[in-house]
């Protein structure tokens, strides 16, 4: 079992910056790729990053170039760096892990989500 507790969420303004960890714990052998979703109010949950352990790492259309995720290793917390913000950025990010997380049907592991507001 995995365990996934991310932090980090808050209210920021439009062009603002956030960052957010998740902090895994656990058996990590079976990982194979760790990423973010979200999910905003009657939305389905869509991918915003995953990056697998060979170091490919894909990104939404919507977040390129903005948003950025990295791992610290020797503390097994991956974040997101979330730079110029937009109001459609608002949602519940949820930390994922698994063998695949190319789709949610294919996550192993979520946590329980932080939510990011952004105000215009």
């Known amino acids: 079992q995995v365990q996934l507790v991310e932090s980090g969420g808050g209210l920021v303004q439009a062009g603002g910056s956030l960052r957010l960890s998740c902090a895994a714990s656990?058996?990590?052998?079976?990982?194979?790729?760790m990423g973010w979703y979200r999910q905003a109010p009657g939305k389905e949950r869509e991918l915003v990053v995953r990056k697998s352990s060979g170091g490919i790492t894909y990104y939404a259309d919507s977040v390129k170039g903005r948003f950025t995720i990295s791992r610290d290793n020797a503390k097994n917390t991956l974040y997101l760096e979330m730079n110029s913000l937009k109001p459609e950025d608002t949602a519940m990010y949820y930390c994922?892990?698994?063998?695949?997380?190319?789709?949610?049907?294919?996550?192993?592991?979520w946590g329980q989500g932080t939510q990011v507001t952004v105000s215009s």
């Open positions: 656990g058996s990590m052998f079976s990982i194979n790729a």
């Open positions: 994922a892990a698994g063998r695949r997380i190319a789709t949610a049907t294919s996550v192993d592991y």
